[in-house]
Nanobody, 120 residues
């Protein structure tokens, strides 16, 4: 089985910074894509930033220049550095990864979600 464990998040004032981390573990053969999504109250879940299977990086338009996604730990971990946070960034942030398991097929996995609240 595969697990995605998220850390980070919390309450921050507008203009502040937060760092989210997501580590994948388990019977992993390859991580094909990995990134972060968010869901604000009453809204659909949306992509924030991710590494694609082709090795490209995508950012949502409203986070470009403020958020940076990076990989670490033999690429089993993705980190989302969020700067210049705005109240509109308030949401539950979810890590997601498209993973091929060792001895089984490919599936999309989700973390449990971590709350980010931007408020004065």
């Amino acid at each position: 089985q595969v697990q995605l464990v998220e850390s980070g998040g919390g309450l921050v004032q507008p203009g502040g910074s937060l760092r989210l981390s997501c580590a994948a573990s388990g019977s992993i053969f390859s991580i094909n894509a990995m990134g972060w999504y968010r869901q604000a109250p009453g809204k659909q879940r949306e992509l924030v930033a991710d590494f694609t299977s082709g090795g490209n990086i995508n950012y949502a338009d409203d986070v470009k220049g403020r958020f940076t996604i990076s990989r670490a730990n033999a690429k089993n971990t993705v980190v989302l550095q969020m700067n210049s946070l705005k109240p509109d960034d308030t949401a539950v942030y979810y890590c997601a990864a498209d993973i091929t398991g060792t001895g089984y097929g490919t599936a999309l996995y989700w973390g449990q979600g971590t709350q980010v609240t931007v408020s004065s």
